[in-house]
């Protein structure tokens, strides 16, 4: 059984940086692609930024591009977001998901809040 659990979310100020990661169990970690999504209040789902599997592709979105930094631990089976330069419009419930784009298995998320 896939699972995936975030952590790291919390309420940080405009500005400020964060990390969340991502425990992944229960398939080949090191042989997956996996992304991150996130879904602001009342808004769809946003294919944030992904991996593959060796690390060597990357893609994120033009929305966060500069500011978060995917990565992922092989050996300790997590995937990681960094995110910097922090924006209120950064603020949604992100979830980590298994595969290269939004739609594979995901987490419960871990809500992250930008806000003065």
């Known amino acids: 059984e896939v699972q995936l659990v975030e952590s790291g979310g919390v309420l940080v100020q405009p500005g400020g940086s964060l990390r969340l990661s991502c425990a992944a169990s229960?398939?080949?970690?090191?042989?997956?692609?996996m992304s991150w999504v996130r879904q602001a209040p009342g808004k769809g789902l946003e294919w944030v930024s992904a991996i593959s599997s060796g690390g060597g592709s990357i893609y994120s979105a033009d929305s966060v591009k500069g500011r978060f930094t995917i990565s992922r631990d092989n050996a300790k089976n997590t995937l990681y977001l960094q995110m910097n330069s922090l924006k209120p419009e950064d603020t949604a419930m992100y979830y980590c998901v298994k595969g290269w784009g939004p739609g594979g298995s995901r987490g419960q998320g871990t809500q992250v809040t930008v806000s003065s």
């Open positions: 229960g398939f080949t970690f090191s042989l997956v692609s």
